[in-house]
């Protein structure tokens, strides 16, 4: 079926780095897209989100792309902190649809 | 303001037992969702209920079940428990049901399956 799925399951960088944590959706009429957190052992934190109307969108050191052509997304991390280490995963949403179709997850790990 | 909370944090069932999750959402939040997330995967959607209907449910079997509460808290229920219902349950909550609405999630319920 549909599905929002991620190039890389793990990505490793140095303190201080940007990092881009890639993301392929297949499903064409999904309009809504999240990026979420999700530190070991806790719940998914809410990072930004875009819609099928924009390209991109910044936040507090995160930028978030969407191209639609290719339907990919990314979410691009500027000077990379430990605290930044986590799993972070895209999630899908379409209108009158009422559920987030979640990718794999990619594991962010930070070389000090 | 208190975020999404969810009770227990962590249980342990033995197969064949119930178990219930709870979940109060943060406030003036009226949408209320499940997901199961197993170890190592992204989460899966288990139920969404707004205004206290259930407005979807994703591929799980009748074992699981879910209400909402008239304060919006919500209750998910999983009987005769199997060995792979082992998971991280996540409730989440949304001003509004649907499309474009961000969707705050708790720290969830570790509930495993022995």
């Known amino acids: 079926g549909e599905s929002v799925g991620l190039h890389l399951p793990t990505l490793s960088v140095q303190e201080g780095d940007n990092s881009i944590i890639n993301c392929a959706y297949s499903n064409s009429a999904s309009d809504y897209f999240i990026w979420y957190k999700q530190e070991s052992g806790k719940g998914p934190q809410f990072i930004i989100d875009?819609?099928?109307n924009m390209d991109k969108r910044q936040g507090q050191r995160v930028t978030v792309l969407l191209n639609k052509t290719v339907k990919h997304l990314s979410l691009q991390i500027a000077a990379t902190q430990p605290g930044d280490s986590a799993v972070y995963f895209c999630?899908?949403?379409?209108?009158?649809?009422?559920?987030?179709?979640w990718g794999a997850g990619t594991k962010l790990i930070i070389k000090p | 303001d208190a975020g999404v909370t969810q009770s227990p944090t962590h249980l342990i069932k033995t197969r064949g037992q119930h178990v219930t999750l709870r979940c109060s959402p943060i406030s003036g939040h009226k949408s209320v969702s499940w997901y199961q997330q197993v170890l190592g995967q992204g989460p899966q959607f288990i139920f969404q209920?707004?205004?206290?209907?259930?407005?979807g449910r994703g591929n799980f079997p009748d074992r699981f079940s879910a209400r909402q509460f008239p304060n919006y808290s919500s209750e998910l229920n999983v009987n005769a428990l199997l060995l792979g219902d082992s998971a991280l349950y996540l409730c989440?909550?949304?001003?509004?049901?649907?499309?474009?609405?961000?969707?705050?999630f708790g720290e969830g319920s570790w509930l495993t399956v022995v």
């Open positions: 209920y707004y205004e206290k209907e259930e407005r």
């Open positions: 999630a899908e949403n379409m209108d009158s649809n009422y559920q987030l179709i």
């Open positions: 989440a909550s949304s001003t509004l049901t649907g499309y474009g609405n961000t969707i705050y």
């Open positions: 875009i819609r099928s």
